[in-house]
Structure formats: C-alpha cells, structure tokens
C-alpha cells in the first residue's frame, strides 16, 4: 500500500506569491494531519481533520493559512500571501486511530 | 512551554553497543508515548510507542521503558547498526490520541 503522497516535494516562491501544499492520505485513514517543521520550533502541528471535519486548528499560525478537505483521500494547505518566515519543511500524516500517524515525504517550501 | 524535551541533541554510539536515547515531559496528562526515527529528505518514521498503563514495550532491536513517576523515557537500541543512525524524536498525547506533542529530537550517529 502506498504511503502518504505529498506534492510537491519542494517549492520556492516569492513573497506575496500563493502557495498550495497537497496531501494523499493512506487509504482508509480517518485523521489528516499538516505539520510545519523548522529549526526554531521543531515540529509542530497545524491542524487536524477527523473525517474530513477540521478538529483542531489552533496551531495554524494566522489567517494566511487555510487547510480543506474535500475528500478523504486529499487535502490541501494554502497559504496566502506567501512571507519568507514560512519558509519550512511541511508535513502530512494520516492516521487510522489517531495514535501512531503515518508522515509523507515532506515538502521543502521557500519564500524568498 | 517545551512539554516535551529531548536534552541531548546528538549522540555517538559505536556500532553493537546499546543506543540509549532519553525524553522528559512536563505534562502529567499525557498518557501515550511514542518515538519516531527520521533520516535526511524524508518523513519521520513510527517506530515504537507506549501507554501509559505499562512501564516497558519491546520491539525487536527496540525497547522503549517509561517512569511516569519521573516523568521520563527512554528508547534503547541494541545492538546498534549503522542504519539506525537518524533523527529520533519522541512525542506525546493526552486523551486526546490525534495531538501529538514532539521533542526536538536527537541525532544518533552510529559509528563502525
């Protein structure tokens, strides 16, 4: 079974530029999650989603930054305008019980 | 607030001894516990977890012992391989399963 799919696997943007992040769960997997990952602040999580339903959204850092679910096998992170403090590696997980998440690759974004 | 911290930041093992990497925590809420291994460009990997109704779980080369009273655990790797060297990080939750909670983890170099 493939794992969690993440596109693209790197970005660079200028800043002010609209950046979207993509996400396929693992098949079967009730919980989506995006985490942002510096150097500064380790990993740390966005938001959550349990059946395609934000649970928790608390650690999205401002309004610059949306996440959706349409669809249980894809999600989407948006941010918008784009600043350089974003850059970072940002992750997708998914998980079937919500205990042990699944990570993809990671997407290595940059704002220049 | 670090609720969960990983002190050393790197360790140097020789290959077949015993890694022993350690992780505090802070919130007394937190009752599942789990430790993820990541190399270089990719996602953190699963690799071993416990609850909190026991104080040991073993998994092959891997055994993670956890002392609520101290608030502490550890993840023992043994005997250590080359492979095994990576960013491990620990990570906790508290009744809620889907929020993880990370250290900043710490680098394992296994020597030959």
């Known amino acids: 079974d493939a794992g969690v799919i993440q596109s693209p696997r790197h970005e660079v943007t200028e800043m002010g530029q609209e950046v979207t992040l993509r996400c396929k769960p693992i098949?079967?997997?009730?919980?989506l999650f995006w985490y942002r990952q510096t150097m500064m602040r380790g990993l740390e999580l966005l938001i959550y989603?349990?059946?395609?339903?934000?649970?928790?959204d608390s650690g999205m850092p401002e309004d610059r930054f949306s996440a959706k679910m349409p669809n249980a096998s894809f999600s989407t992170l948006k941010i918008q305008p784009s600043e350089p403090r974003d850059s970072a590696v940002y992750f997708c997980?998914?998980?079937?019980?919500?205990?042990?998440?699944?990570f993809g690759p990671g997407t290595r974004l940059t704002v220049l | 607030d670090q609720q969960v911290k990983q002190n050393s930041p790197s360790l140097s093992v020789q290959e077949g001894r015993i890694s022993i990497l350690n992780c505090d925590y802070t919130?007394?809420?937190?009752?599942?516990f789990l430790w993820y291994k990541k190399y270089p460009a990719e996602g953190p990997t699963f690799l071993i977890s416990?609850?909190?109704?026991?104080d040991k779980n073993e998994d092959g080369r891997f055994t993670v012992f956890l002392n609520k009273s101290a608030k502490h655990l550890s993840l023992h790797i043994v005997p250590s391989q080359p492979g095994d060297s990576a960013v491990y990080f620990c990570?906790?939750?508290?009744?809620?399963?889907?929020?993880?909670?990370f250290g900043t983890g710490t680098r394992l170099q296994v020597t030959l």
């Open positions: 098949s079967g997997h009730d919980y």
């Open positions: 989603f349990n059946n395609n339903v934000p649970i928790d």
């Open positions: 990570a906790a939750s508290a009744g809620t399963a889907s929020k993880l909670t």
């Open positions: 416990i609850s909190s109704i026991k």
């Open positions: 997980a998914s998980s079937l019980t919500g205990y042990t998440q699944y």
């Open positions: 919130n007394s809420m937190f009752d599942y």
